[in-house]
């Protein structure tokens, strides 16, 4: 059965990988978005994540109109960037973002090995 994470107001700002993988592995309905530049999506990627770089992501936030309302989970290399991107996003009206706490980094020390490391 898939689970719906609480209200937006609920949600702590960050989420750790285990609990990401575990979403993943249910099913559940969200959005993994990858925050980073697209050379390091290139040399290590989750392949469920969406691509939006940090940087562009002013100008193309319309992209993330339609899931305005899902719970949406941002990962970057260690989860600075990711934090920075949670908190823009909460700030311009999507009240269910979480940082993934250790980016991709932490993904690879904890659930995938095959993930690369850099």
């Not at 898939?2 to 990988?17: F, Q, R």
């Not at 309905?29 to 390091?40: N, Q, T």
């Not at 993330?64 to 260690?78: A, G, M, P, Y």
Request: aromatic letters at 4%.
């Amino acid at each position: 059965m898939k689970s719906t994470p609480p209200a937006g107001g609920d949600l702590p700002l960050e989420i750790d990988v285990v609990s990401v993988k575990g979403m993943l592995d249910a099913g559940d309905d969200f959005v993994l978005l990858d925050c980073r530049g697209e050379d390091e999506h290139q040399t290590a990627s989750i392949d469920a994540a969406m691509l939006l770089p940090m940087q562009e992501l002013p100008d193309r936030v319309g992209e993330l109109e339609s899931h305005r309302d899902r719970h949406i989970v941002v990962h970057c290399h260690h989860g600075g960037r990711s934090m920075r991107v949670t908190e823009w996003l909460r700030g311009n009206g999507f009240p269910r973002v979480q940082s993934m706490a250790g980016g991709i980094e932490e993904w690879s020390n904890q659930v995938d090995s095959g993930v690369p490391r850099y």
